[in-house]
Every structure is written in structure tokens, then in C-alpha cells.
């Protein structure tokens, strides 16, 4: 019994290797024993020093004194390879990482604080960290991502930014890049995202942001204004044409409906306004076009034909260039297709795939805008043949049948259309009729 009691004096005597009695009080949440027993040793007890700042910087950020905590931690920093406790019990290090226990001490210390939420206390104890590393230590690029992570968090863009650059991993740094555009477009940020100048990432945020855009829901988030703006502000003008159109083509794909079509035929005009800011030898874009294969169509294996041979290898994508001149005439089919809801609001103008100018010139006649027909006939060099017979039928019915014809609504047919097209002014004495108006519109295209 002696024997036992004086092993287990020796273990709990305070100049000795061992701190079993400090693990036991915070083991059992006895924070303020652990305080008093700290207080009482640190006026004359030389042994144990560092682990003691760790266990009453435990004790500390369990009462909630998180500052006090922080600067415990610190203080115990020095002495972490000479005590058994926090060499051999808290860090258990391996050969590698014998050369960096300061940093990797903060290190467990920083998880720890994690778990409190105290953010800003986690910054500047990264940073301290940082400090302390040397230069080819591996825990530096970790170190930065907490810095990056917390600031950003907080809203400290600017600092956010400056870890993030600062981080020598690339990977991490790609990591970071790819949270800060996420959260400052979550927070509609988006000019203070655009204007930081992105030394050496440049590529990298646009390729974030196309593959952002490209693979969410067009009604979710829209990443296409964010890319275009981000190329506007720094003069690449065919790029963010050419998102603009990416992003019109999409919308005339994806979402039918007229606020859609509204919403292509801008970015049209912009992809336009902006290819014309362009030196005209410039001035186009690239298009991807998917092309159909057999494999597509799902009629034959992927790897062999239909006598299974093995296949050649198809190319999943071609590249068609589309210069300013064809982007108009698409921008001008969309208007012609706009012009026909406003003129015969059917849900079916809205909805379906594109129409081709055929289509368009053939609905633009039926409903009587022949202006908006011959613009689109002239501009893709089509026949204006069907256009004069459409407007030859209809001022022949309005000579038979007079300009009282009514149509659904009480609105005289002959006004319905005829006052969505350019009609000559002539000097006249007598009234002049809704056939006249008609033929001098026909004599006006023959002239």
C-alpha cells in the first residue's frame, strides 16, 4: 500500500514528467479547479509550464473567455517539444513533422477554437502561425484557407482576397477562387467581384463562372450577366459577345414563353452592340454545335457497329464560326417572332424550337406584317414572290369587301394590319380607304 501510495504521489507531484492531474480536471470538466490549481503552481512550479498554458487555455475558452484562451495558447507555444504531454499525448508527431511542432501545435489549437465559432480568433491565430512557419513548412497552404475562409465569412472581401492570392497551393487556391465567386454572387456582390484584378487567376474565375453558368438553372441564378460584365469591365469585348449569345441561344432552348424571348432578343442586341466595338476583321464568335451520332440516337452500341465491328472514335463537337452579320439575322428573327406575339398573342408563337426564316416570312404574311417579312426576305436573300401575293390577296379582299368587315372584337380587319406597316402618306383630296392604303403599300414595294 505504501508502495502504491508513493507511485501515485510521484505521479501527481507538479515537478515531475507526468500531468495526469491537469488531464483528469479537464478530462471531467472541472474548469475552475484547473484554474485555481494553474494559479497555484505558476508562482514557483518551473516544471510543465507550456502544457499548463494549454490546459488553462482549455479552461479559459470553456468558461467563455475565448481571448484569454488564445493568449494561454500562445504563451504555451515555446516549450511543446520539451514536455511529454504535448509532444507525446497532444501532437504525436511523426519524423516529417518533427521540424514544424510550433505550427502544428496552432494547428490543433485552431481546430479546437473551431469549435466555438470565435472566427476572428481563428484568423489571428492562423496568421500567428503563419508567422511562426518556415518557409517549406506544409501546413502553411491550410493556414491560409482558415485565414480566406474566416474572412470571407465575416465579409472582408478584400482581406478574403488577399489569403486567397497569398495561399502557395494551387489547388487550394483554385478551391478558395471557386468559394469567393459562389458566396459574393449569393450576396449579390457581383460588382466587388468583378472589379478585383485577379493577378494570375484571370482564366481560372472565367472558367469557374462559364461552368457555373453552364451547368445551373437559367430561373436560379444567372451567371452569363456576371461573366459579360466581368469581360465588359475589363475590354474583352468578343468574349462577352460571345457569352451573350451563349446565354440568348440557351434561353431560346430551355425556357419558352415571351419574357424569355424578351430576354434573348437582348442579349442578342448586346452580343451586337458589343462584336461592333470589335476591329471588323474580329468581329465573330465561336459557336459550339453538337453534333448527332449513331450512339446519340441510342440504335447501336457505343463501341461497335451494327455488325460489330469496333467503331472509330466520333467527335463529340465541332466548331462553326458566326460572324456579326448572321448574329443580326438571328437578332432579327427573334424580334420578327416578338412582333408576331404582339400582334397575335397565341401561346403557341411562344413555345417550340426557333422558326427558320421561311417560317417566320410565311406567319409574318398571315398575320400582316409585311414590313417585318420583307426586312426578313431581304436580309437572308429569300423570295419576296410570297410576301407580294399574301399582300395582293389581302388588298384584292379589301377592294371586294370594303373596310367593314369585321373581325372578332369589333376591329375592322382592314386597320387591324394595316396600321403595323409603313404606309406611303399621299397628298389626296378625296377619303382615302383601307383598300387604298393597301395598294399604295404594294406599289410602294414594286417601286
Not at 441561344?249 to 466595338?277: D, F, H, M, W
Not at 459550339?288 to 447501336?300: D, F, H, L, M, N
Not at 467503331?311 to 416578338?338: D, G, S
Not at 437572308?380 to 389581302?394: D, Q
Request: net charge neutral; aromatic share 10%.
Amino acid at each position: 500500500l505504501q508502495a502504491a501510495v508513493l507511485y501515485i504521489l510521484q505521479l501527481l507531484y507538479p515537478m515531475s514528467p507526468s500531468s495526469l492531474f491537469p488531464e483528469f480536471l479537464m478530462t471531467k470538466c472541472q474548469y475552475a479547479q484547473l484554474q485555481e490549481y494553474v494559479r497555484l503552481l505558476d508562482s514557483w512550479c518551473v516544471w510543465n509550464t507550456s502544457s499548463r498554458r494549454f490546459f488553462l487555455g482549455a479552461a479559459h475558452l470553456n468558461c467563455g473567455e475565448p481571448h484569454k484562451a488564445v493568449d494561454c495558447f500562445l504563451q504555451g507555444v515555446h516549450g511543446v517539444g520539451n514536455e511529454d504531454f504535448l509532444l507525446n499525448k497532444l501532437l504525436q508527431p511523426t519524423d516529417q513533422e518533427l521540424p514544424h511542432l510550433p505550427v502544428l501545435y496552432l494547428v490543433k489549437v485552431l481546430r479546437l477554437l473551431e469549435q466555438f465559432e470565435v472566427p476572428e480568433l481563428v484568423i489571428s491565430l492562423a496568421s500567428s502561425a503563419i508567422g511562426m512557419a518556415q518557409a517549406d513548412d506544409p501546413n502553411i497552404p491550410m493556414l491560409w484557407s482558415k485565414v480566406f475562409k474566416y474572412h470571407l465569412e465575416l465579409g472582408h472581401n478584400n482581406k478574403a482576397y488577399a489569403a486567397m492570392t497569398a495561399n502557395p497551393d494551387h489547388t487550394r487556391r483554385k478551391d478558395c477562387l471557386r468559394q469567393f465567386i459562389v458566396v459574393l454572387c449569393e450576396r449579390s456582390q457581383l460588382q466587388t467581384l468583378v472589379e478585383f484584378p485577379y493577378v494570375g487567376l484571370h482564366d481560372e474565375v472565367v472558367y469557374i463562372i462559364e461552368s457555373r453558368a453552364r451547368s445551373v438553372d437559367l430561373t436560379a441564378h444567372n451567371y452569363y450577366d456576371l461573366l459579360y460584365a466581368f469581360h465588359i469591365y475589363r475590354g474583352s469585348y468578343r468574349k462577352a459577345g460571345s457569352t451573350m449569345y451563349e446565354y440568348g441561344l440557351r434561353l431560346g432552348r430551355e425556357l419558352p414563353g415571351v419574357k424569355s424571348l424578351q430576354k434573348q432578343a437582348k442579349c442578342y442586341l448586346a452580343a451586337i452592340n458589343t462584336l461592333r466595338l470589335v476591329d471588323p476583321k474580329y468581329a465573330w464568335i465561336v459557336k459550339p454545335v453538337k453534333v448527332e451520332t449513331a450512339t446519340e440516337e441510342g440504335r447501336v452500341s457505343p463501341k461497335r457497329d451494327y455488325n460489330g465491328d469496333n467503331r472509330l472514335p466520333h467527335k463529340k463537337q465541332q466548331v462553326e464560326i458566326l460572324e456579326l452579320t448572321e448574329l443580326e439575322k438571328e437578332y432579327m428573327l427573334v424580334l420578327a417572332r416578338l412582333h408576331l406575339i404582339q400582334k397575335d398573342p397565341d401561346p403557341a408563337h411562344a413555345t417550340g424550337p426557333p422558326l427558320s426564316a421561311e417560317e417566320t416570312v410565311a406567319l409574318l404574311v398571315q398575320a400582316g406584317l409585311f414590313d417585318n417579312a420583307v426586312s426578313v426576305s431581304q436580309a437572308f436573300r429569300l423570295s419576296l414572290v410570297p410576301v407580294f401575293e399574301g399582300l395582293a390577296s389581302k388588298c384584292v379582299r379589301l377592294t371586294l369587301n370594303g373596310p367593314d368587315v369585321q373581325k372578332a372584337g369589333g376591329k375592322k380587319e382592314g386597320f387591324d394590319w394595316l396600321g403595323a406597316n409603313d404606309i406611303p402618306f399621299t397628298h389626296t383630296s378625296k377619303p382615302i380607304t383601307a383598300a387604298d392604303q393597301a395598294w399604295q403599300l404594294l406599289q410602294a414595294y414594286l417601286e
